[in-house]
Structures are given as C-alpha cells and as structure tokens.
C-alpha cells in the first residue's frame, strides 16, 4: 500500500528531473557536458553499485553494533532517503527558479541518494512479499507487489493531469511540485511506521510458518 508513492518519486527522475538539467550548467569536467537526459545514466551506474555496497557493507556494520536492519525498517529507511533525493532537487529547483543555473553536480548527488533508497525499498520489498507469503499466495503476492509499480504511474499520471489541466494542483510550478512530493512521502512514511509496528514477522520459506 505505501510503496506505490516511493515509485512516484522514482518515476520523476526520468521526466520532471530531465527538464529541470536543461536549465543547468551541465558542465560537470572540461570539454564534458552531457546532454540532459544523458544525466540518468547516473541512476543506474549508482543503482548498481550501490546495491553490493548496502547488501555486503551497510547492514552487516550495523548489524555489528546492534542495529538491527530488519525489512520493515529498511523499507522505511528507503522511503526517507528517496524524499531526501527530491529534497536536494526541490532545492536546485528553487534556484533555476530564481534564475540561477545551478552545478549539474547536484542533480548527480540526487541520482545517488535517489538510487540508495529505490533499491533499498525495491529489493527488500519483493523480498520481504515473497517470504511474507503462505506458499499457496506467494506468486499472487509477488505480482502484486509489481502492481505497486503500475499504480505509481496510474497516480503520477493524474498528478499531471491535473498540473495540465489547471486542476486543483495548478499551483504545483517549479519546486511547489517537489516539495508537494517530499510532504507527500512525509505522510506516508508515517502511515507506514504506524502499520509496520503492528505486522508480525511470519516467513513462510522451507516449511511451515515461523
């Protein structure tokens, strides 16, 4: 229920994040400026990268002070860091609405926070729908899961509907849109610690129930 506004997030980079580059200085080395919708390159580069780094670096060192990185909490986690990602956006975005043309460089950083919390929330979420499910459900949960996926694009579709339209999100220019997006997330990570406190853990994998 509450993944479907992380992939809305998610989705912006491929659409709301590449016009905003047209307005920055793409310059990000001598004689290297890349076109704007080359910058999303930098999502999957960090996408895969990180993955290992989270997997095999983060959770085991805090797994070894007592932190337990248990997939509720990841998920959380993820869902923070992705809002954090739209954050740094809103933020450049305030500038190029001041006229500025901010460092390109910033919107690289964003791709890389961005990144952290979608495979945070991705790969712990499909994990944690398949071992959450009774044997008989768990291709029938696993396709629901990909639903969320669907749904976000269903919703991101009727935001902007309703921005084209001059609808009662008219007002959502510039970085009004992305700092709509962070609240939006703000109250949904909250909706989720108050559902995630009250699920028990009940993996169904190798047997029965435990």
């Known amino acids: 229920m509450f993944v479907p506004v992380l992939w809305m997030l998610n989705e912006q980079s491929a659409s709301e994040w590449v016009l905003q580059a047209t307005h920055l200085n793409r310059e990000l080395w001598p004689c290297f400026t890349p076109l704007a919708e080359q910058l999303q390159l930098a999502g999957i580069v960090f ?15 805090l797994a070894r002070r007592g932190v337990r990185a248990t997939p509720l909490r990841r ?35 964003a791709y890389c926070v961005l990144a952290s919390g979608v495979i945070t929330v991705a790969i712990t979420g499909l994990e944690y729908a398949y071992t959450h499910a009774p044997k008989a459900l768990k291709s029938l949960t696993t396709a629901l899961w990909v639903l969320t996926i669907a749904a976000a694009n269903l919703g991101l579709s009727l935001l902007n509907g309703s921005l084209a339209r001059g609808g009662w999100l008219a007002g959502l220019h510039g970085a009004n849109f992305y700092w709509f997006s962070v609240a939006l997330m703000a109250v949904n990570v909250t909706l989720f610690a108050v559902v995630a406190a009250r699920l028990p853990e009940r993996v169904f994998v190798g047997g029965a129930a435990r």
Do not use: E, F, K
């Open 75 to 109: 998920l959380g986690a993820g869902m923070v860091v992705a809002a954090l990602a739209v954050g740094i956006v809103g933020a450049v975005q305030r500038r190029v609405d001041a006229g500025a043309h901010p460092s390109a460089w910033w919107q690289v950083l």
């Open 47 to 61: 996408g895969i990268g990180l993955n290992p780094l989270l997997t095999y670096g983060l959770y085991p060192a």
